[in-house]
């Protein structure tokens, strides 16, 4: 028997398929999994983190009993002219990405010379980051420059960012680190 | 983007994804949309299957998009600028340019000055010691108010340059340089020859295979020309479409997180520019003709002064020029490779990546990593540890050697925060939040404003090295620590500080520091009636949301400028108004107003032989085929790679271009460049569907899809080498080299150039020492060199020299 997949998608819940050729009956687990998914979830509208063609997304949530918002399903805004509810593989696995068990729970600190972290508390890596930024900007702030120009630029600190920003924090990073006097900044463009 | 704002005034796609559906032929060049871009790519399969559009594809690789394409063209990588300027070539010399455009609508007729002069492969003006040209005397010859002359007779009109300098191309130079066999390349030429006719419409879509050169800028510049040419800029369907590659490069692109320029492409002032005045005589553009609009030289002031009216608040005063001072002006570049070359000097001290990694992203990721371990910090943000964050303890290094302190703070996903992404298009989106932050993660402009605070408290406690920008710097939130996006969304937009009203656009913006705007383009998407990036009236209801029936959707989401969908949409319609095609509009004067998209032009100012010219960003009114604004020539020129398997076949003692920047030679290190006796192979590195820089290294589903590093083996080389599929092997280049496996393929093949045979490797970029496969020597960008254009100094990834061996 010759079967598509449309034509495996069209009968496969009805178990004809589901019970035959897998071995085991999908109907009622599919059936289980749609119904828990879309009843009393909240939906959201969010974009595609990836490539730019900004596909819309749908996401829904649910809080759970112990009060954490799960995520449960992403899909393709079937709304939005520019993608129209399609996703390809990189938005429609986006639900691994948002909510991953690979990422790092704490900030983590590697003194000069160390072969392993040190766990450490927010406190602790902004205050001391916070020493290397003044420490580094007064080492290599150039107020003028050999011609007597004003400058005022420090040349000792360089900020990368921004593929992953939301363009209001990107707004914010320029805003800030101009404001700190760097003239090294730089985003994806052009890499 | 530096080659569109060079030739038309601006630098983004200039139309949009759900536009490319109008087109009749769509030249795709350096890109592969079908597997980088899939979803945008449902636009050109509309085209094609819709309206009959043809697809052409030239692309060292037959990809996926070559499948789907009417003609696949094997060109071989870099050469772009020869094909195009062989179609720019058959065009002028059998006179298929769409003439009343190119006339109106273009600088064809201007008149350069004297002493232009392009021989041996050099143009005029080149100072050997500093190893720039002087772009200064690529100018055009002018009367006494400044204004050009115009004379499309003329022997040194930019057309007659034009045609002069292409007519090198023809047929027999563009095979010998591109490899593309002659008789393909003349059928190419005679189908893009056909679409300079009003009723017809071209579009060029094109990615990083282009801009990733030495000669990037040029690359695209050419094909810009023969847009130009075509007349297809400014029309639905036509249009130079760069596909940008992450989900808001274009956002944060417009928000300057660039070394040169400020929010809404001002650019950083220079040392030497003593106040505002000297700083407009060298950024803004001069009117060059009488009825050129020349509206962002016009305007220029009031940008800049009501951005720095925001940054600074109360400090900026007319007094103290809006605190011009306060703006860091930069000694020389500073972009990406310029930052680690200052770490490889010794003269960086810190650096800050949030959501990139710098030892990844390359070029050159062992000088790199070098570059690193010379930093006294660095600090990484990013929700996963990266091949940066773990430089230090890399395969082979010893971490008792490197010195750097480093910091991994842990940030929050997209999905975890609101704000707007743009798309390439330039259609601002907003997002939701959907999930609170997971565990300790924050947010990226938390993390960087509670940074700045702390920053300015030791200042204020300790006093420093200039610290007034820094304590004086407006944070007009209601909690500073955690400013919100739609806080600083509203920031953007700007207001009337008399009024404290948001303004609804640009036009209503002062120079005499009575408004604000942090980036002027953005004016107008967040006004009184609140944030125009949430709107969602979309494709469930075309009849309402998309009333010219061209795809617009004009109330989904915003996009810059002033919810423009096409840029340069006035030249989608002739001198008179009337559209080029009536089947499609672009905009059209009708009963004394414009409809259609938003007018590119003054709004209630009407067409006619008097009325301003199309082009209203630039100063000459017009879009430029001979341009000043490029650092290596007024017209795009072929240029072999730094490292390439043959001589320039045009001028053999010129064969490189002679400005590109080699960071190696200028800083003294010694130049780590192959020859092809050493590295007889082309390589050219590349994305897969499944792969985005590195972050999906930690994706579950993706790594099962794409589980390994290899590389693509043309089949006749891997049969020459003794290859199989699944064989490991070594590929090397000067810098650094790969141990991965080989995939034998038929994709890429061998080349006749300049009568050599020529193979090209592929590396797909992606893998690394961390995410869930990893491997030893699986850096792609150890391959690559450390050498940028000449103008935008973007890294050259896509062609450069290896060789190839079994393990």
Redesign the interface.
Known sequence: MEVSRRRFLSIGPMGVLGGSALGFDLTESIAIKQRLRIEGATL??????????????I?Y?KKAPNGR?E?LQIEG????????G??????A??L?????G??????????????E?TQVS?EF??????????D????????Q?A?G????????????????????????????M?????????????? | ?VSLAATFGRGAMTNH??DIRHADLILVNGANPAE?????F?WLMRAKLDRGARIIHADPRFTRTSAVADTYVRIRTGTDVAYFGGLINHVLSNRLYHDDYVRWATNAGFVVKEGYAFQDGMFNGFDREQGVYNTKLWAYETDGDGHARIDLDHPRSVLNLLAAHYRRYDPDTVSRITGIPREQFVKVAQQVGEMGRPDKVMTIVYAVGLTHHTTGVQLIRSGAILQLLLGNMGRPGGGMNA?????????????????DI??GYLR?PA??Q?GIAAYLDESASVRQHPRAVNFFGENYRRYLVSLLKT?YGDAATKDNEFAF???????AN???I??FD?ALRG??????????T?TS??PDSNQVMQALANL??L?V?????TTS?EF??APGTD????????????AT???E?????????R??????????P????????W??????L??R???QT?G???PD??LK?AMPYRNPRK?E??E??Q??NGRDLRTGKRLATFVDLKDDGTTTA??WI?TGHYPEEGNLTKR?D???NPARN?PSGM?L?PG?AWSWPANRRILYNRASADENGRPWDPERPGIAWVGGKWVGDVPDYPPTTGPGPDAPLPFIMTGEGVARLFSNAVADGPFPEHYEPIESPVANPLHPQQSATPVAFLYDERAGRASRFGTPADYPYVATSYRL?????Y??Q?????VQ?QPEAFVEVPAGLAREKGIETGDLVRVSSRRGKLEVRAVVTKRLGALQVDGRQVYQIGIPIHWGFVG?NTGQHWLANALTPFVGDAS????EYKAFLVDIEKI
């Open positions: 959201s509208r969010s974009l595609c983190p990836y490539c730019a063609v900004g596909c819309a997304l996401a949530t918002t995520l805004d079937p709304d939005s002219p520019v993608n129209e399609t996703l390809c593989p990189k938005g696995t986006s691994q990405l948002a909510v991953s690979r990422r790092v729970p704490h900030p983590l600190y590697r003194a000069p010379g160390a072969a972290w927010w890596t902004l205050d001391r980051l916070a020493r290397n930024i003044k580094s900007r007064d080492a290599t702030f150039v107020t420059d011609e120009n004003v400058v005022n630029r420090c040349e000792g600190i360089a900020f990368a960012g921004g593929a992953a920003f939301s363009s209001e924090e990107g707004y914010l990073a320029t805003k800030l101009r404001g700190l006097g760097l003239v090294h900044l730089e985003q994806q463009a052009r890499v | 983007m994804w759900r980088a871009h899939p979803v945008g449902r596909e940008r590659g992450h989900a808001n490069i274009q956002g944060n692109t417009d928000h300057a997180i660039s070394w400020l929010p950083i040392p030497g003593k940054w001072d306060y703006l860091p002006k930069p000694a500073a972009s990406w310029s930052i200052q003269r960086m001290q810190g650096v800050m990546l949030s959501g990139m710098a992203i390359g006294k910090w600090c943000m990013d929700p996963f540890n964050s230090w303890r971490p008792a050697k490197v010195q750097t302190e480093v910091f991994m703070l842990p996903h997209w999905i925060k609101d704000g707007s992404f743009t798309n390439s298009g259609w601002a989106q907003w997002k939701e939040q959907v999930l609170p997971e565990g300790e993660a924050r947010h990226d402009h993390i960087l404003a509670e940074l700045f702390r920053v408290e030791l200042y300790q420093g090295r200039f920008p820094v710097l400013p996006l739609d600083i969304a920031e953007i942090g980036d953005y969602r979309g494709v469930q998309d795809g959707y989904w569907t499944e792969h985005e820089h972050v999906t930690n994706v579950e589903h993706l899809l869930i935008a100094r973007t890294p």
